[in-house]
């Protein structure tokens, strides 16, 4: 059902004959509600077109300016974005201020969990420059999503552009002979280019289908495992659990998967 628009909400919106200004003005952003507060995703903006003046020269500069983020409350509306980017097109500021002014009046605006902006433009005397920045809430989740990043570059990629091999971690048991868990997941899931790693939950001579095995049980080690991977920034893409021993071990992944998964992270 479409909402109405109320003037608590948006203004600019399907106005006709809208004033556009051509010198910083972030006054102009509007928002609206968050109608999915309870889901995390992604909201992900392209603008190819985006001008601004070097504040030496007075030549202009290029870009297409990437803005990707995980909304709260509110949300910033896409016309009184684009009207804010155009406001740069006579405005002086180097490419690494640019990026960053328009992180900080997203989050001014929105307050958002996480953000991050790529500003990538387009060369002039044969160099280019990409910045990139990016800010997670702090004493969130979001705040260890932004230093992952962080680490890893722009949007989660190394800084030479070059993507990251995506990880899943494996929460299962490690069979030494025997076609299942570990054994047969690790080459299967490596052979797709996929980092595999394991949380072991126990480690067994043969599988259980055997007359016999000998068995070594992993409950009391796995929380000081994951613990480690935590203080390493260790991500995930995905979290895959097999076959779990007891009820401590169920409560054991579920903390790991309320630990671990982040937006676009599959269980």
């Known amino acids: 059902m479409p909402r109405e628009k109320t003037a608590e909400d948006i203004t600019l919106l399907g106005k006709k004959n809208v004033h556009y200004h051509y010198d910083y003005c972030p006054e102009i952003l509007e928002t609206f509600e968050n109608r999915h507060k ?7 903006f392209n603008c190819p077109e985006f001008t601004a003046l070097c504040p030496i020269t007075g030549q202009p500069d ?8 995980v909304p709260d409350e509110r949300m910033v509306e896409s016309k009184s974005l684009k009207l804010y980017l155009v406001s740069f097109r006579n405005h002086g500021d180097f490419h690494e201020d640019v990026v960053n002014v328009i992180m900080k009046d997203l989050v001014k605006l929105m307050n958002p969990k996480y953000i991050e902006v790529w500003g990538k433009f387009l060369p002039r005397g044969g160099i280019s420059i990409d910045p990139w920045a990016n800010y997670g809430r702090p004493g969130t989740k979001y705040e260890k999503l932004a230093e992952q990043h962080g680490r890893d570059g722009q949007g989660g990629q190394p800084m030479s552009g070059a993507k ?38 126990a480690i067994l001579s043969c599988h259980t289908g055997f007359p016999t095995h000998y068995i070594d049980d992993y409950t009391d ?16 893409d995905g979290i895959a659990t097999g076959f779990l021993g007891s009820a401590e071990q169920i409560a054991i992944v579920q903390d790991f998967i309320r630990t671990f998964k982040q937006p676009g992270t599959r269980v």
Do not use: H
Not at 221 to 236: A, S, T
């Open 221 to 236: 080690r796995m929380r000081p495992y994951m613990e480690d991977w935590q203080q390493n920034g260790v991500q995930f």
């Open 38 to 44: 309870e889901n995390d995703y992604w909201v992900k």
């Open 164 to 201: 990251r091999q995506k990880r899943i971690a494996l929460v299962n048991d490690i069979t030494g002979f025997g076609r299942c868990s570990v054994a047969v997941e690790l080459p299967l899931i490596s052979a797709l280019k996929v980092q595999a790693c394991a949380l072991p939950t």
């Open 62 to 69: 290029y870009a297409t300016i990437y803005i990707s983020y």
